[in-house]
């Protein structure tokens, strides 16, 4: 079977003549996915269906939106709350009641927290972050481990003469427009190495901050978040723990409440809005005070529908429990893999906490077999990768059937392994490797 050229396909060439890079998000370009054959675009979504542009239908099996739809798409209590707003306006002169009433909720799960303030995306509210903590600390500094967004502060870590990010945990990231004087700002360190980030932390003595996923592809050693905690309070220097991605997906708040391990700032952003744009910034009333020293303000941060589908959200996730849901549903994910690989004599190395998970063929044609997955699993009705990022409305019986059209995919991949050439079943180029975590 090969694939006529839908309309999604029709309008990514389109779109990639006047948008530099297509899209405005790496993670969504097709070529990430299944070069010349993703349907790009989608005409609605509901649950964890959608339909493209042909109206083609499929079961999302991949990303859920990049991880931020946990309740799945267009979850009818988030998007009723949402439609009132609208109809009473989103934006005036005013402010918007729902950012206290958000605020008082945030902080009522986050009693070692004094303030919030608002951005709409992660990379915004890592940036807020940093800002605050300089301001508070008087230093300039930044020490981080994981992936934080696309800003200056960031990036700069690759201005280095190697390429810093890639050999700690980003290979790839181009530094094309960042300042040169910023060199040396941002110090990146390896997850789980205690030698390592107490070094920088004794021997920095510019270090505003350490800033980090609280844990990533896996968890963290016995101790080793105690000791960064204990470090920071000892040289004055602000704790930042990037739950962005984390936070709502294995408890009602973050991972650092799952370890039992408190920073001083911290980032919700992804699902807790279940897909509409809001992020997050809480820390300590005196860290979170600095703000007001320092100019840290934007028209979109004050609009309704953020804060409004936010509190939608979380009073959906409380009821339905969704982190336990979307955990037990990743940890059978995982079963359900291994199975597979096990079943075919294939090797696989599993990532990700339960809800994020993923894997990938130990070969060296693992990217090959990646692209061929997403090929042959689209034709099945789904859209699939080599990982699935879980959501409520992931059914037992989707699930059942995702498996069960993965099962004779995996046998095919042992043909590959055994001299079946794969570049002769792919029906258009290996996709790309995009960034990748390595913490």
């Known amino acids: 079977m090969f694939y006529i050229m839908g309309k999604g396909q029709e309008l990514y060439k389109k779109a990639k003549t006047m948008i530099p890079g297509g899209t405005s998000l790496l993670s969504k370009r097709p070529e990430q996915m299944l070069p010349e054959n993703w349907p790009a675009y989608y005409s609605k979504a509901k649950g964890c269906e959608v339909w493209d542009l042909d109206g083609n239908h499929y079961y999302d099996c991949a990303s859920m939106g990049v991880g931020t739809n946990t309740l799945g798409y267009a ?121 390592e980030i107490e070094n920088i932390i004794r021997n920095t003595p510019d270090l505003a901050a350490v800033k980090m996923e609280v844990c990533r592809n896996f968890g963290p050693a016995e101790g080793y978040l105690e000791h960064i ?132 063929f130990d070969s060296p044609n693992a990217l090959a077999y990646k692209t061929y997955v997403t090929q042959e699993m689209l034709k099945k009705g789904f859209l699939a990768s080599n990982n699935l990022y879980t959501c409520i409305a992931h059914t037992p019986e989707i699930l059942d059937a995702y498996f069960d059209a993965l099962d004779p995919i995996f046998a095919e991949i042992r043909d590959f392994e055994d001299g079946k050439d794969v570049m002769k079943a792919l029906e258009g180029p290996v996709c790309q490797t995009g960034f990748k975590r390595l913490n």
Request: hydrophobic letters at 40%.
């Open 75 to 195: 979850n009818d209590a988030v998007d009723e709350a949402v439609m009132k707003v609208i109809r009473d306006s989103n934006f005036s002169t005013l402010n918007c009641p729902e950012e206290v009433y958000l605020a008082e909720r945030l902080l009522k799960f986050n009693t070692w927290a004094g303030g919030v303030r608002y951005t709409r995306g992660g990379g915004e509210a890592n940036s807020m972050c940093v800002r605050i903590a300089r301001a508070f600390t008087g230093k300039d500094k930044v020490a981080i481990c994981g992936y934080h967004g696309w800003h200056d502060w960031y990036v700069s870590v690759n201005l280095g003469e190697n390429d810093a990010l890639a050999g700690h945990l980003l290979p790839g990231i181009p530094t094309a427009g960042v300042p040169k004087g910023l060199r040396g700002t941002t110090i990146p360190f390896h997850y789980n190495d205690f030698e």
């Open 229 to 360: 905690r204990n470090l920071c309070n000892e040289y004055g220097v602000v704790l930042i723990f990037d739950e962005c991605t984390s936070g709502f997906r294995e408890t009602f708040g973050g991972l650092h409440k799952k370890y039992g391990v408190y920073p001083d700032m911290t980032i919700y952003s992804k699902t807790m809005g279940n897909g509409y744009v809001i992020a997050a910034v809480l820390g300590k009333k005196e860290i979170m005070d600095a703000a007001q020293g320092s100019w840290i303000s934007s028209t979109f941060w004050t609009d309704r529908i953020g804060p409004t589908a936010a509190l939608a959200a979380l009073d959906e996730m409380e009821r339905v429990k969704s982190w336990e849901v979307i955990t037990e549903k990743g940890k059978q994910n995982k079963v359900r893999w291994q199975a597979l690989a096990d079943k075919y004599g294939l090797k696989i190395n599993q990532w990700g906490i339960p809800a994020l998970a993923g894997y990938t």
